[in-house]
């Protein structure tokens, strides 16, 4: 069946520092991919997504791409604030649109 | 745009009552919902998905009878846990999935803590 496997936390970064958090897939076909982000007592957020390979998805100085051939869909940010410390989500949804498959969450907790 | 609200954002209630929780799509019409549980730093876990005007599909080890998801109108899904126990307290959340496209909105969650 289809999964998402993401790095485990927590991550701990100085303000300013580079951020990948990792996350691999297993699908058939031709899954869609996303990030969610989940800050502190609030709901789940869309990050970015991309639906077909070699897409990149950004937003808010994140960036992920869509490599079907390593199956996965890394997530990095060049210069962290501390205003993104929240939890990361990886998910998927397959080609026929059905609820999506998160992957277990990475904390990230950026310190100034 | 494409804002989910949930109702209450919390609650509390003794053993063996039961409790309905309301996920609404306040901008856009959903023809599918879905319900997600969430255990304290745990990942979401999918319990059923909801579609307006039918039967809801449930995943396998969620108890549909206790577990009762109404999605009566393209705006409006209920989850109703019945005969709560403590071990239903959680975070429950829905998304809702506007017409026509893939994306998944999320509600904030609703805190259940059964006594």
């Known amino acids: 069946g289809n999964s998402v496997t993401q790095m485990e936390g927590p991550v701990t970064l100085s303000e300013e520092a580079f951020l990948t958090i990792n996350c691999t897939y297993t699908?058939?076909?031709?899954?869609?991919l996303f990030w969610y982000v989940q800050y502190p007592g609030e709901g789940l957020q869309l990050l970015l997504k991309?639906?077909?390979?070699?897409d990149k998805g950004s937003n808010k100085g994140f960036e992920a791409t869509y490599r079907k051939e390593t199956t996965s869909f890394h997530l990095e940010k060049g210069s962290v604030q501390v205003s993104d410390s929240a939890v990361y989500f990886c998910?998927?949804?397959?080609?026929?649109?059905?609820?999506?498959?998160f992957g277990k969450g990475t904390t990230l907790s950026v310190s100034s | 745009g494409a804002v989910v609200s949930q109702h209450p954002s919390w609650v509390i209630c003794k053993s063996g009552t039961s409790v309905k929780i309301e996920c609404r799509s306040l901008?856009?019409?959903?023809?599918?919902m879905f319900w997600y549980r969430q255990f304290p730093k745990q990942s979401l876990m999918l319990m059923a998905t909801?579609?307006?005007?039918?039967?809801?599909?449930?995943e396998q080890g969620v108890e549909k009878d206790k577990f009762l998801i109404n999605h009566a109108s393209l705006t409006l899904s209920t989850l109703t846990v019945t005969s709560a126990h403590p071990e239903d307290s959680s975070f429950y959340i829905c998304?809702?999935?506007?017409?026509?496209?893939?994306?998944?909105?999320f509600g904030p969650g609703t805190r259940l803590t059964v006594t």
């Open positions: 991309a639906t077909k390979a070699d």
């Open positions: 699908a058939t076909g031709y899954p869609s």
């Open positions: 909801s579609n307006e005007g039918s039967k809801a599909t449930y």
């Open positions: 998910a998927l949804q397959d080609q026929a649109g059905t609820a999506l498959i």
């Open positions: 998304s809702a999935r506007p017409s026509g496209r893939l994306e998944q909105y």
């Open positions: 901008d856009f019409q959903a023809t599918t």
